[in-house]
Structure formats: C-alpha cells, structure tokens
C-alpha cells in the first residue's frame, strides 16, 4: 500500500524539499543519507551517538558563555542533549557507517534531532533553534565527528575493556597463589623441556595481560585531545578564541575523563594515528590473549588422549554425535574474537593513512573498527574468565606423572657429568623404554645417590 502524504511532513535544506516520516525527529540532510546510503547493516555507533550529545551539550554551553547563544535556546539544546544521553531516542539515529567519510550526516543527523527536541520545549516563546546556526555553531562536521570517536573511544576503554582487564589479572593471581608450588614439565618448540611450576607458567600469562593493560593506559592518553574547535580545515574560523580548550573543559567536567584541546588542529582534521596507536596497543593485548586461550585449550586437552594437565567447566555439550564431550568453547570464542581484532587493526591501519590534505575522510569505518574491537574483547575476556578460567583446575596427578616421564630432566646432570654423556643417556632411555636412571645406571655415568641428588625437580624451578 503507497504512503499517504499525511504520513509525511516536509523538510528544506539547501538543497530543497525532502519529505520526512511524521514520527521522526530528524530532518532534511538525515533523511537524504538515509535514502541514499543504504548499504550494509552497520550503523554509526550507539557510543558515538552519545558522544556527540556530550559534545553538543558541552558546546551550547560554550557558546552561551561567550554570548553567542541565549539562556533559552542553551537551556533547550542542553535537556534535549541530556534526554538523548538516556538513551530515550535511540531509534532517531539511523544512518550507516559507509556514508560521507567526514560523517557529516552523523554531525547533522545530531543537529537536526537537538534542534527538533529544542523547538518542542520552545513551543511558547517565539524562539527557534536551527540545526546550524544554533546546534553546530561554532562547529564544522569535520572537528566535531573526530572529537565524537575520541569520547566515545576513550570512555570505551576506561569503562569496559580495562576493568574487564584487571579482573582477568585478579583471576590469575589467585590461580598463581593456588598453585604456588604445584611442578609440571615445560614445553618449548611443542616438545619436552625442563620443569617449572604451575604458579610460574600462569605468571607468564598474567604479566602478558598486565602490560597489555600498562600499554593500553599509555597510548590511550593520546586520544585525550580532542579536535573541537578546529572548525572545517583547522584554522578555527568560525570558532570564539579558545573554543576548544573550553569545550574540554566542559567535556571533562561531564564525562569525568581529562579531556583536553589538541595543541595542533591541523593534526588533528587529517590524522587519526592516536587512534590507530592506541588501537595497536589493543591488538596487542589481543594477541596475547590468543596465546593464552591456546595455551589452555593444549594443556586441557584429551581428556584421555592429550595432555590433560587441566580441566576445564564442562558449560555444554561438545557434540551433536558424541555422548560426553566437553570442549573448549570459551577458549574459541575467544581466539575469534582476536581474530576479528586483528583485522580491525588492518582496517584502521588503511584507514588512517588515508589523510589527505587537511581531513582524513575514512572516520566513520575507524571508529566501527575500534568500538568493536574494544566491545568485542571486553566481552569476550569477561565471558572467558567467568566461564572457563575461574572454573580452571589443575590435574596434579597428570602433571607429576608427565614429569617423571620427561626426559628432559636430564639437563639437570649436565652440569655434573657433561653435555655429551647427558644426551646419551636421554637417548638410550628413549630407545630402550627406560627411565633416565635406569639409563643412567646402566651406562654407569651416575651412582644411584648422585642420580637422586641432581635430578631433583623441587630444584630445578627455583635457580
């Protein structure tokens, strides 16, 4: 059935007349990328949507300390933006990721649905407020979208993926201090090595995901500038003196994050290497935790044909044909989630070298890729510690029985008796099916005293 008319209410731009849906708050630019863009189902971030009600409540504020804006108006920009930080109009912003590189529509789908909330509060005085001349002044899409993916990645980070990491390292800890003096046999090239304890092997894993965290903090202070105030192409114009440092200033106040006007605007339009450094640093810690999700998911493995040295929560059944299998399943989503990270990371890598001249016009993909990854690994490690490795239990009897079977142990008598004779011994007991005494004693290398006193593993993982 065709629309009505009255379904519709009409909208000007510079460009003309665009009919609206009746029910909606945006206006004639939001409606034209919605129409024209329909590509893909990604749409602009929910975070980024917040982001820019922070920033538009923070610049009406500005604005109206300078006084270009009017208590009225300010005051109507203000609780539209504070009604949209409830979430309470989340449908009013549709558009998708692949639209105009700058997100110009997203700047204006913004401006449009303020100006729009602001005008119903002003429905008794003879006040309007337009998009452009109220909601953007003293703005352009291209400082204000940048500011908006630096908010919305920072608080990101700060609320999500960093907890998300210290919980993780608390976990371990605890895993460290159980198993203090619990001793396995190591591995190195997939193949026997010398002894360590549990404690030592989970502290390796712990410490990856500490300096993760030490180089997520660091970067992550980078992103702390913010590009307001540098207006189309970062000279500023259009914008009062110190526009920018006063925005972050009102931004800092409101989001509790020390948000502060980048030094250099023209950096700030062209480049998003902050982000891209900051969102290495998060492949990074991506990347250890795939080492760490392998690491358990070997160690688990059998239960009666592989290593078992751990069991894992048993949370569903692992198969649609065999009765009783278990399987790692935390560990594999997480692995696809730094899979997914780590093309991020290639994605934003592209993107960000794409700054040409004064505007880098690959914004909108950026910061999809970088809320993702965050989302996607804060999720995940907090799925993985609750489901698998606070559950996670040692099978002592596997590891001591792995241990005495190891022929690595040899190393120890190295020292004592030399390389040459160390590595024969190993080498007979491998062939012969016995164990490195017996080898040992047969070849007459060791007495029986002296094999029990320097092949002692309670030594050998303490130095």
Not at 159 to 175: F, Q, S, V, W, Y
Not at 342 to 354: F, H, K, L, R
Not at 374 to 399: I, K, P, W, Y
């Amino acid at each position: 059935m065709a629309n009505r008319q009255s379904d519709f209410r009409i909208e000007t731009d510079s460009l003309g007349d665009v009919q609206v849906p009746l029910d909606k708050l945006w206006g004639a630019q939001t409606e034209r990328s919605r129409v024209n863009f329909k590509i893909g189902s990604e749409k602009i971030p929910t975070a980024v949507i917040l982001a820019f009600a922070q920033l538009k409540r923070a610049t009406a504020i500005v604005n109206h300390k300078n006084g270009n804006l009017d208590t009225q108006r300010k005051n109507a920009i203000v609780a539209s933006c504070d009604e949209i930080l409830t979430g309470e109009y989340a449908e009013q912003f549709p558009l998708v990721t692949w639209q105009t590189g700058s997100g110009t529509q997203s700047n204006m789908n913004l401006n449009e649905v303020i100006a729009h909330l602001a005008n119903q509060k002003l429905l008794e005085t003879d006040l309007t407020v337009h998009p452009n001349d109220h909601v953007n002044m003293s703005q352009s899409s291209n400082d204000t979208f940048p500011t908006a993916m630096n908010i919305a990645a920072y608080d990101s980070i700060i609320k999500n993926l960093l907890p998300e990491c210290k919980k993780m390292i608390a976990t371990l800890e605890e895993k460290e201090e159980k198993y203090h003096d619990l001793i396995k046999i190591g591995r190195t090239h997939l193949q026997d090595a010398t002894p360590l304890t549990f404690a030592q092997e989970i502290s390796g894993w712990k410490i990856m995901l500490q300096k993760g965290l030490n180089f997520i903090e660091d970067s992550s202070q980078n992103i702390l500038e913010l590009a307001i105030g540098g207006t189309a192409v970062g000279t500023g114009l259009n914008a009062p003196l110190n526009f920018g440092e006063d925005v972050a200033y009102e931004l800092s106040i409101a989001t509790g994050h020390p948000f502060i006007s980048a030094p250099n605007k023209f950096y700030a339009l062209t480049s998003h290497s902050d982000l891209s450094y900051t969102h290495g640093a998060i492949r990074s810690l991506a990347s250890d935790l795939m080492k760490i999700a392998n690491d358990i998911r070997w160690l688990a493995s059998g239960p009666r044909s592989g290593i078992g040295e751990i069991t894992l929560p048993a949370n569903e059944p692992g198969s649609s044909i065999m009765p009783g299998k278990v399987n790692p399943t935390q560990a594999e989503a997480l692995t696809m989630v730094v899979a997914q990270v780590m093309g991020n990371d290639v994605t934003i890598t592209v993107a960000a070298s794409q700054g040409n001249f004064e505007l880098n016009v690959y914004k909108p993909v950026i910061i999809l890729n970088f809320l993702q990854s965050v989302t996607l690994l804060s999720d995940a490690m907090r799925s993985f510690r609750v489901h698998c490795l606070v559950g996670l239990e040692a099978n002592q009897e596997a590891m001591s029985e792995l241990v005495k079977r190891s022929l690595m142990l040899v190393t120890a008598l190295s020292p004592h008796i030399g390389y040459e004779k160390s590595a024969t011994i190993a080498k007979k007991a491998l062939a012969e099916n016995l164990t490195l005494k017996e080898a040992a004693l047969a070849l007459k290398y060791v007495s029986d005293t002296e094999f029990d006193l320097w092949v002692d593993t309670s030594k050998m993982v303490h130095p």
